[in-house]
T-cell receptor
Framework: AQSVTQPDIHITVSEGASLELRCNYS??????LFWYVQSPGQGLQLLLK??????LVQGIKGFEAEFKRSQSSFNLRKPSVHWSDAAEYFC???????????FGAGTRLTVKP | EAQVTQNPRYLITVTGKKLTVTCSQN?????MSWYRQDPGLGLRQIYY???????DKGDVPEGYKVSRKEKRNFPLILESPSPNQTSLYFC?????????????FGPGTRLTVL
């Protein structure tokens, strides 16, 4: 069965510092991988996705993620965090043959001034 | 503007009082689903619908019902709510069942069952 693990429940970074949010997945077939952001009081917004090809994918708001098959990971990165990036971030996995997506438990990001 | 809307956004109710949370999308999407979000558990799918009159259970369907009589609407029904259904609920839609299609989420409904 497919599953997603986000090891960090809560991360605090200073504004302007770099960010990396971890995501590990377990899936038998070729996974489709996603990162979503949920701002307070809002629904989820897609940041980026990976299906195939270049393992480094660029998303919106200056985020990027790297797919590492050998490590079953899809970590999200941003070189310089802004206060407006404070939110909850969800990693998700799906596949072409399965209509559902599995979500991780989420990582809450706090940005210090 | 392309969007998924949910109503109400906030609801406090009592055990056993039937309620309906509405969901509507204006993108002509075939696939719609309901999720609940609980701390430490992420989003879990309750029900989904691949098209009009086609619905199926997700991972946590107990205590919920849905219907899909029109393409744009996908209401979530709690016939006899219980406190363990206190949660944040999201409706979502995408073009079709393909996961590669972008999934759009509503703003959420925060439900408290006393």
């Amino acid at each position: 069965a497919q599953s997603v693990t986000q090891p960090d429940i809560h991360i605090t970074v200073s504004e302007g510092a770099s960010l990396e949010l971890r995501c590990n997945y377990s899936y038998g077939a070729t996974p489709y991988l996603f990162w979503y952001v949920q701002s307070p009081g809002q629904g989820l917004q897609l940041l980026l996705k990976y299906f195939s090809g270049d393992t480094l994918v660029q998303g919106i708001k200056g985020f990027e993620a790297e797919f590492k098959r050998s490590q079953s990971s899809f970590n999200l990165r941003k070189p310089s965090v802004h206060w407006s990036d404070a939110a909850e971030y969800f990693c998700a996995v799906g596949s072409y043959n399965n209509n559902d997506m599995r979500f991780g438990a989420g990582t809450r990001l706090t940005v210090k001034p | 503007e392309a969007q998924v809307t949910q109503n109400p956004r906030y609801l406090i109710t009592v055990t056993g009082k039937k309620l309906t949370v509405t969901c509507s999308q204006n993108m002509n999407h075939e696939y719609m689903s309901w999720y609940r979000q609980d701390p430490g558990l992420g989003l879990r799918q309750i029900y989904y619908s691949m098209n009009v009159e086609v619905t199926d259970k997700g991972d946590v369907p107990e205590g919920y019902k849905v219907s899909r009589k029109e393409k744009r609407n996908f209401p979530l029904i709690l016939e006899s709510p219980s406190p363990n259904q206190t949660s944040l609920y999201f409706c979502a839609s995408r073009m079709d069942r393909g996961v590669h299609n972008e999934q759009f989420f509503g703003p959420g409904t925060r439900l408290t069952v006393l």
